[in-house]
């Protein structure tokens, strides 16, 4: 299972948001729209400004289809 790989990322998104407190509102920003997309024993996440669009139905499709 992906839980714990889960936990350590969400862990670490909560440390980067921290460090960030106050003064790095364009990071802080970004991390608030991370996406983490967890699909049995894979995980998809991504910090960025494309985000989303790494994330959309296609290429997230894509991408499992060709790690399996």
């Known amino acids: 299972s992906a839980d714990r790989y889960v936990k350590a990322i969400n862990a670490r998104t909560e440390e980067q948001l921290r460090n960030f407190n106050g003064y790095g509102t364009n990071q802080t920003a970004l991390l608030n729209n991370a996406v983490l997309i967890e699909k049995g024993n894979f995980i998809f996440y991504a ?22």
């Open 47 to 68: 910090v960025g400004a494309d985000a989303d669009t790494m994330a959309d139905a296609d290429t997230m499709a894509d991408a499992f289809r060709h790690s399996i």
